[in-house]
Nanobody, 117 residues
Framework: QVQLVESGGGLVQPGGSLRLSCAAS????????MAWYRQTPGKERDLVAR???????NYADSVKGRFTISRDNAKNTMYLQMNNLKPDDTAVYYC???????????WGQGTQVTVSS
């Protein structure tokens, strides 16, 4: 059917950068809204950033000015450039996408981001 696969997580020092990718594969007509969420143990999954098919974006207040979401519609791929990372950014990051012609949304398996010295 459809798979979302994240990549690019890892361990980085405070102030460092990482770039996450989320690639959608399968029988896809097009991707609509795509988003990044993150989750830490014992807490809910929170929205980090969202991007529409025409490129409109919105961000959580905690990442504004540091993270940039983008997408390549031809490749059905979304990115999250994360700069000036802080220990509080440590979490498992998940991508989420609304994919045409399917109902509901799809989730990736998650990628761990750890910010620590």
């Amino acid at each position: 059917q459809v798979q979302l696969v994240e990549s690019g997580g890892g361990l980085v020092q405070p102030g460092g950068s990482l770039r996450l990718s989320c690639a959608a594969s399968g029988t896809i007509f097009s991707t609509n809204i795509m988003a990044w969420y993150r989750q830490t143990p014992g807490k809910e999954r929170d929205l980090v950033a969202r991007i529409t098919s025409d490129g409109s974006t919105n961000y959580a207040d905690s990442v504004k000015g540091r993270f940039t979401i983008s997408r390549d519609n031809a490749k059905n791929t979304m990115y999250l450039q994360m700069n000036n990372l802080k220990p509080d950014d440590t979490a498992v990051y998940y991508c989420n996408a609304r994919i045409i012609p399917y109902a509901g949304t799809f989730w990736g398996q998650g990628t761990q981001v750890t910010v620590s010295s």
